[in-house]
T-cell receptor, first 114, second 111 residues
Framework: EAGVVQSPRYKIIEKKQPVAFWCNPISGHNTLYWYLQNLGQGPELLIRYENEEAVDDSQLPKDRFSAERLKGVDSTLKIQPAELGDSAVYLC????????????FGPGTRLTVL | GQQLNQSPQSMFIQEGEDVSMNCTSSSIFNTWLWYKQDPGEGPVLLIALYKAGELTSNGRLTAQFGITRKDSFLNISASIPSDVGIYFCAGQNRDAGKSTFGDGTTLTVKP
């Protein structure tokens, strides 16, 4: 069974540029999460989807961050414009049902903003 | 919001030694989870705990759900080089549907 797929794995951009990350969850998983992981810290939830609905986006900085999961399968996270402080690893995870304790993480996208 | 404190922040041990790390919270959780993260990868679930006082093992790993529901412990016995990585605890309340992570314990094992 394929795991959570994320792309790109690495991205280097200049500040004020836009950037997008893509995630394909495990087949059949209804719940999808985007996390931000700063160096030396644990993952912090940005947004959680149940199918195509964003059920928790309270930690998403909506002035510059946006996300979508149009058909309830894969998802895109966008930052526009990027700032220096956005340099981090962006992790995507999925779980089979809402509230499931077992989340399966992708390898993450490491973003560097210069 | 909920905060999790993990300690120690890092550990340097000799191969074959046992390891203990813990996680404390200012809030109660219904579920405690322990993950391991290797460089360049996402966290992988090691052990899940669902009941206060519960003690669960996974090979050389043993974790306990604290009686107060505000803490959890992870022990690794007879460490080996592949145990190297960052260990994260996470607390979860099912109603909230999300996990709160600690900042990790970085484990280095010297052969």
């Amino acid at each position: 069974e394929a795991g959570v797929v994320q792309s790109p794995r690495y991205k280097i951009i200049e500040k004020k540029q836009p950037v997008a990350f893509w995630c394909n969850p495990i087949s059949g998983h209804n719940t999808l999460y985007w996390y931000l992981q700063n160096l030396g810290q644990g993952p912090e939830l940005l947004i959680r989807y149940e199918n195509e609905e964003a059920v928790d986006d309270s930690q998403l900085p909506k002035d510059r961050f946006s996300a979508e999961r149009l058909k309830g399968v894969d998802s895109t996270l966008k930052i526009q414009p990027a700032e220096l402080g956005d340099s981090a690893v962006y992790l995507c995870a999925s779980s089979p049902t809402a509230g499931a304790d077992t989340q399966y993480f992708g390898p993450g996208t490491r973003l560097t903003v210069l | 919001g909920q905060q999790l404190n993990q300690s120690p922040q890092s550990m340097f041990i000799q191969e074959g030694e046992d390891v203990s790390m813990n996680c404390t919270s200012s809030s109660i959780f219904n579920t405690w989870l322990w993950y391991k993260q290797d460089p360049g990868e996402g966290p992988v679930l090691l052990i899940a705990l669902y009941k206060a006082g519960e003690l669960t093992s996974n090979g050389r790993l043993t974790a306990q759900f604290g009686i107060t529901r505000k803490d959890s412990f992870l022990n690794i016995s007879a460490s080996i080089p592949s145990d190297v990585g960052i260990y994260f605890c996470a607390g979860q309340n099912r109603d909230a549907g999300k996990s709160t992570f600690g900042d990790g314990t970085t484990l280095t094992v010297k052969p």
